[in-house]
């Protein structure tokens, strides 16, 4: 089983920037993609950014160039560096692992994140 904390979110305004962390604990080692989703009052969950145990990164298209994944390995922590916020960036922010391996994906709880106009 893995665990997922969550930390970061809150309250910015639009053009600012706001970090999110996400620590594994519990059984880690067949984790490879982490990432983080976000959902908006009314919308469907969406993928907002990924990366797996290699390095490599996807994104949607809508924060392509403002939000940045990363991840340490060794802390199995998975990173959202969001900048030039938008009142459209305001979601519900959740982060995951996948475990392929067990066919299994672990979430941490929701963080809010609202960016004011």
């Known amino acids: 089983q893995v665990q997922l904390v969550v930390s970061g979110g809150g309250l910015v305004q639009a053009g600012g920037s706001l970090r999110l962390s996400c620590a594994a604990s519990?059984?880690?080692?067949?984790?490879?993609?982490m990432g983080w989703y976000r959902q908006a009052l009314g919308n469907q969950r969406e993928l907002v950014g990924a990366i797996t145990n290699s390095g490599r990164t996807t994104y949607a298209d809508s924060v392509k160039g403002r939000f940045t994944v990363s991840r340490d390995n060794g802390k199995i922590t998975v990173y959202l560096q969001m900048n030039s916020l938008t009142p459209e960036d305001t979601a519900v922010y959740f982060c995951?692992?996948?475990?392929?391996?067990?066919?299994?994906?672990?979430w941490g709880q929701g963080t809010q994140v609202t960016v004011s106009s």
């Open positions: 995951y692992a996948e475990e392929p391996f067990r066919a299994v994906t672990s």
């Open positions: 519990g059984r880690r080692f067949g984790i490879n993609s």
